[in-house]
């Protein structure tokens, strides 16, 4: 396979998700990994660090030996500069952003290309001299060595990012290092990966019974119907009702299994979140006890059960990639709480077949076991639901304002077609009362916040602007059909430094 060594970037996962959109399977390993001969061929990603720095991150030295070809993406080129005896520099100019490079010799890796292609560039090093026994390939203006080669060595590096979206022809570049330079084959497609996988997890389970909790979105549901083709009635879906979901959803939820003609375990726990829930307004505690909570309600019905051994959970590649942390630990920002974080002491065997998939790849799968569209590319929803949306207590009041909100937020973003476009799309319910006028009344009422954002993996997210006309008519439903609003407010801050729930 292709292996990706990541030292830290962020765009490491975006290399592998490009070549296995391309139909290569590739996976990622932490930078210092060692790499057995089974290796077709190794992508060095870029980094925050500097190679120059006392714990610069590097690989293991092995690799070099493999003799298979190898290709460093701006970090990496360092790496392989100061590797091969050239100096590393902290550029005059950090250079960030779009630049044209020129081919200064033909090569494998720009095959299909034309010349004078606009790359993107994000470095503050670069590279004062030629590594021994390599040769140019391609120049900016800033950087004459943007791009080198040592063909004995099969090593290619490049100072730019071909994985962005900015970069032109980025996607030919990966290729032609992947299926010409290093003679990968296209055998990554999501139809023979469920196909394997059924079986894999028949053979595995056999007459068994397997335990899966569903949270309403993508990833579990798929898992159910999956597990489902697999297993048939071997399979146990359990669908926690936590009181915090939005209007009519765990109908929904059954519904949409009913069709698929899956039984699910449906199990009203609403008033235990809500009582335990009761007069608590700090966030992370709201977030701690919906975790416990969901934790009690599952363990109080496996109780019940027997015959269970495993228990299916939908975890995706990313949670799985050893992170790398170059700049240690990140802080705990918010406590994070879904279906997958079940304790380790339930004593069940774990079934993740989603474990090297990337999101996008599961709504593949989706496709190709069926689902719905527009179950396909719901919105995700966090599992500690509007509890995170309503600031302070929360109450059955409360929510019962949120879910009419948030329901007119929704199908008026649906109906303009904006859904399909963001990311998310929600209302939030804040703690506070003000003043207004309704026919010749005073009115002492609550406000919503409109939250709509765009972004990639929910990392980083942008608000997005929408139109006046869309926005008056959400403004205008909201408070007149909802008692108890009578101020809607529109939230215009990016994450970072906002977040993009509200706590
Ligand atoms: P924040 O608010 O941290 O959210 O910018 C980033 C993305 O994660 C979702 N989110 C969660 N998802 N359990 C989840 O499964 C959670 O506890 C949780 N908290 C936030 C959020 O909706 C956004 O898409």
């Known amino acids: ?115 004078k292609n606009i790359v993107w560039m994000s470095h503050a090093d670069k590279i004062d001299k030629l590594p021994n026994g390599f040769e140019v390939i391609c120049s900016t203006q800033n950087s004459p060595y943007a791009g080198i080669r040592n063909l004995d060595k099969k090593i290619w590096a490049i100072q730019f990012h071909p994985e962005v979206s900015h970069t032109q022809n980025g996607n030919t570049i990966l290729e032609n290092f992947v299926s010409t330079i290093c003679g990968l084959k296209k055998d990554w497609n999501m139809g023979d990966f469920l196909e394997k996988t059924i079986n894999e997890i028949g053979q595995e389970v056999r007459d068994k019974k397997v335990l899966c909790a569903i949270s309403g979105g993508v990833d579990s549901s798929v898992l ?47 008033e235990i979140f809500l009582s335990k829930l009761k007069k608590v ?36 590649y990313p949670d799985v990639i050893e992170s790398v942390s170059v700049k240690g630990p990140s802080d705990v920002i918010k406590s994070h709480h879904n279906v997958g974080g079940l304790p380790k002491d339930l004593k069940f065997k774990l079934i993740e077949p989603f474990r090297f998939l990337f999101k996008d790849e ?30 302070g207590e929360v109450t059955k009041q409360k929510l019962n304002i949120l879910r009419q909100a948030d329901a007119i937020i929704l199908e008026e973003i649906k109906k303009s077609g904006f859904y399909d476009k963001v990311w998310q799309a929600f209302g939030v319910l804040l703690d506070l009362k003000s003043v207004g006028v309704m026919g010749d009344k005073r009115t002492y009422d609550y406000a919503i916040v409109v939250r709509v954002v765009e972004s990639l993996d929910g990392m980083t997210a942008n608000w997005v602007y929408l139109p006046q006309e869309f926005l008056n008519t959400i403004s205008t439903r909201i408070i007149n059909e909802v008692q108890r609003v009578n101020r809607v407010v529109l939230d215009i801050s990016n994450k970072p430094p906002a977040t993009i729930e509200w706590e």
């Open 1 to 115: 396979s292709l292996v990706i060594l990541d030292f830290g970037s962020q765009y490491t996962q975006l290399i592998a998700r490009r070549i296995r959109q391309m139909g290569y399977y590739a996976e990622i390993l932490p930078y210092n990994a060692k790499l057995k001969d089974n290796v077709k061929g190794i992508i060095l990603s870029g980094s925050p660090a500097s190679v120059y720095e006392k714990d610069a991150p590097k690989p293991d030295d092995s690799i070099y030996a493999l003799n298979v070809p190898i290709l460093g993406i701006c970090y990496g080129i360092q790496l392989i500069a100061e590797k091969f005896g050239a100096g590393i520099s902290k550029a005059q100019k950090r250079e960030y952003g779009y630049a044209e490079i020129f081919f200064e010799k033909e090569d494998k890796l720009f095959y299909n290309i034309n010349n």
């Open 224 to 270: 159910v119907v999956l597990l489902n083709k697999a297993l048939g009635d071997n399979v146990i879906p359990v669908f926690i009702n936590n009181g915090l979901l939005r209007q009519n959803e765990e109908i929904n939820v059954q519904k949409a299994f009913e069709k698929l003609g899956i039984k699910i375990n449906y199990i009203d726990a609403s």
């Open 281 to 316: 307004k700090d966030p992370e505690k709201k977030r701690k006890i919906i975790g416990h909570t969901f934790i009690d309600v599952f363990r109080d019905f496996v109780s019940k059960l027997s015959g269970v051994e495993y228990l299916a959970q939908g975890t995706l």
């Open 362 to 391: 599961v709504r593949q799968l989706a496709r190709q076991l069926n689902l719905d569209d527009a179950f396909i590319n719901r919105h995700p929803f966090p599992g500690p639901g509007l509890a995170i949306r309503i600031i």
